[in-house]
């Protein structure tokens, strides 16, 4: 679980684990230098309910994302993959 503080790394940052709560307020930065990817896997749940994301690249897998009203999410890369959301989806039958 995150909350109160920052994460970062001059280049790139990824969190894996079976799932990852945010609970940080807008003050809270999970973040990249200039060129850094910020990276979630995860194989269960990410809830974003607070925390401040900032990276050129934010790369987000896991099985569910949910993202609440204080989370902000910030991929600021000016060619290819600023922001990246993916889960499994509803398999087809």
Known sequence: MLSTGSVGAERNLT???A?????????DLRFTGDSGILQADLTGSLDLAGGYWIAPQLLLNAN????GGNSVLYGSAST??????TTPGVAGE
């Open 15 to 17: 969190f894996t684990a």
């Open 19 to 27: 799932s990852l709560t945010d609970n940080g307020g807008a003050n």
């Open 64 to 67: 569910a994302v949910t993202v």
């Open 80 to 85: 290819g993959t600023a922001l990246s959301i």
